[in-house]
């Protein structure tokens, strides 16, 4: 088996071969995905460093991966005798590559990328720091393609159409209004490459990435007709008949490159959301307006039949965690319990419920010093064990025919340290300011970040990552384009109703614990009055906040009175689906506090 330094030196072979100085290999594919099949992972193949961000750059006699803070941990242990160098920034929007490429490739040099696995964005940034410097950007080129011996083929998984019962808006309306957004924009046409926004927009779903049930395919819709390019055999003849019905053609996937160049008239495209790649196809003279995918936006903003849904899947999902929690009390420090035991009884405990179709994302189990690495994944070669006193973090999810669940729980084992209570305690209070705002309709959703966050900054504490994103229905647990974190707002992320976002604070110290909350909201009307049109949060997610890590003493009133009301909501939806071990532990642990 090849090496990670082996296969290093290939490409550098490879690099002297096609005339190139370096290569940048970037975590995605050719639909911007955030998890990816595997025949993109290149960078995680080249490497060794598993995390789900990252940016690697190989020169003649350098080789590094550019990861935030999030992975420093993981990556400094993966990297090691690899030769491959770790390069901190502090997070993931960080340029710091960028102008690491500019100050040491020399004029005259260039650098290869494969322009089919570039966003358009990022392609952009790079000529703007390349250009003045006189270096070329070459990106018509896949090196991985010449070194990487049985590389993945495409995914082959059947597409199926979404549950009529769970999908309340047809696909001919949701085209209807995509083709009214385009006639705004002044588009003949528009080509759509996320794979979240294809699903969505044609009620169809998939199992092509891991976690999310999507399917890999591009779509060019037309005033009267729209193309879906997908690889054959993925779409039997039952659902293309279905499909033809309302104007959509099948087409493979191959031909959507070629289907570009063919193009006259004007073309909108998201150039966030698009290639490189896809971009030099479109054929000249072609007008292209750029703009977000109008169906990114419309998805966002969940309707009230789907929001419906939505609550119903998260009483399913609650009960599923009262049975795994109830299994929990019953086995710790009585029985030998793993973090990877903790994937497998929840996982199990989920798929028991109406409507489970798999998790929403691999589950995160860390005991005490591993839950201070926010995106530590046990595996079979590094895990540990549950037993003592400590704290145990669980960050989990589930997709379901009727939505997408991600919750986030602290429980301790044993007795936890008033340390351990008090920075609970702080970020439970960034979890409740937050969710307990009220704000103008249209507020920029960076703007919200600070009011999870000033409970720790109080305390001269914070955490590295975003406080929320956004969730879909039944589709990506991480969904745009909202965002409550320290991003530059821009007029997209504006808060609407309907839409879903997570409220996740933590502290995390490292060699020690962490603590993270997580629940899910939604956005609904609150008041129309002299000072504008209001939204406030209902929270969705249900599962009771273990009282045994808070210290009372640090909550005011109306704290107490907004967990006290939580909990009380909590035993009310969820006492119906339990019996058993899981209603005795819903009860005891719903108490007011």
């Known amino acids: 088996m090849d090496t990670i330094p082996q296969r290093i030196a290939s490409l550098r072979a490879a690099m002297k071969n096609a005339g190139v100085d ?4 970037p975590s995605s594919d050719p639909h911007l995905s955030e998890y990816l099949p595997k025949r993109w992972q290149a960078r995680r193949w080249l490497s060794g460093f598993t995390g789900s961000m990252g940016t690697l750059i190989v020169s003649a006699d350098f080789a590094g991966v550019w990861a935030d803070s999030r992975y ?40 290869a990328v494969d322009g089919d696995s570039l966003g358009l964005a990022a392609a952009k940034a790079l000529r703007a720091a390349l250009e003045p410097r006189g270096i070329a950007l070459r990106a018509d080129v896949d090196l991985i393609d010449a070194i990487y011996a049985g590389r993945p083929a495409l995914p082959a998984a059947a597409v199926y159409q979404h549950d009529a019962a769970y999908a309340p808006e047809s696909r001919a309306a949701k085209l209807a ?15 759509v490459s996320t794979l979240d926004d294809i699903a969505w927009l044609f009620n169809l779903r998939g199992a092509d990435v891991n976690y999310n049930p999507v399917f890999i395919a591009h779509a060019l819709i037309a005033a009267d007709r729209a193309t879906l390019f997908v690889a054959p055999g993925k779409i039997d003849a039952a659902l293309a008949a279905q499909l033809a019905a309302d104007g959509v053609e099948i087409a493979d996937y191959a031909a959507a490159k070629p289907s570009l160049s063919a193009l006259s008239g004007s073309l909108l495209i998201d150039p966030r959301r698009v290639t490189l790649g896809l971009r030099q196809a479109v054929a000249d003279g072609v007008t292209v307006i750029e703009a977000i995918n109008p169906s990114t936006l419309m998805k966002s903003r969940k309707s009230a039949a789907e929001a419906e849904h939505v609550r119903r899947a998260m009483e399913q999902d609650g009960a599923a965690l009262a049975e795994f929690f109830a299994w929990f009390e019953a086995k710790v420090n009585r029985a030998r319990i793993t973090e990877l035991t903790i994937d497998e009884e929840i996982t199990a405990a989920r798929a028991r419920r109406p409507g489970f179709v798999s998790p929403s994302f691999g589950t995160i189990a860390g005991f005490n010093a591993n839950g201070a690495l926010p995106h530590y994944h046990a595996t079979q070669e590094a895990h540990s064990e549950i037993k003592g006193d400590g704290l145990l973090l669980i960050d989990s999810g589930g997709q379901y025919l009727g939505g997408t669940t991600d919750i986030t729980r ?13 920075d609970f305690t702080l970020v439970l209070k960034g979890t409740m300011a937050l969710s307990m705002a009220h704000f103008p309709r249209g507020t920029l959703s960076p703007m919200l970040d600070a009011l999870a966050r000033a409970p720790l900054w109080q305390h001269d504490i914070d955490f590295g990552h975003g406080t929320g994103h956004g969730v879909g229905y039944f589709l990506n647990v991480h969904e745009g384009p909202q965002s409550i974190s320290r991003a530059v707002p821009e007029p997209h992320m504006a808060m609407q109703e309907g839409m879903i976002t997570s409220i996740e604070p933590g502290v995390y110290r490292a060699g020690q614990w962490g603590v993270r909350i997580e629940n899910l909201v939604l956005n609904v009307a609150s008041e129309q009055n002299q000072f504008g049109d209001f939204l406030k949060f ?47 532990w819903l009860l005891a642990n719903t108490e007011a506090l």
């Open 410 to 422: 602290v429980v301790a084992v044993g007795t936890p340290s008033a340390e351990q209570k008090r």
């Open 22 to 25: 370096a290569c940048l290999v």
């Open 72 to 111: 420093w941990v993981q990556a400094e242990q993966e990297l090691a005798g690899t030769g491959v160098q770790l390069m901190k920034i502090d997070t993931a929007a960080s340029s710091l590559h960028l102008q690491w490429l500019a100050d040491t490739l020399k004029p005259g040099q260039t650098l």
């Open 538 to 584: 209902e929270t969705l997610t249900l599962c009771p906040i273990d009282r045994r890590c808070i210290e009372p003493s640090l909550l005011t009133r109306p704290e107490i009175v907004w967990l006290n009301g939580y909990h009380a909501e909590v035993r009310a939806r969820l006492l119906p689906l339990v019996d058993g071990a899981a209603r005795d």
């Open 177 to 191: 209004r995509v083709r009214e957004a385009m006639r705004a924009a002044g588009a003949d046409r528009h080509f």
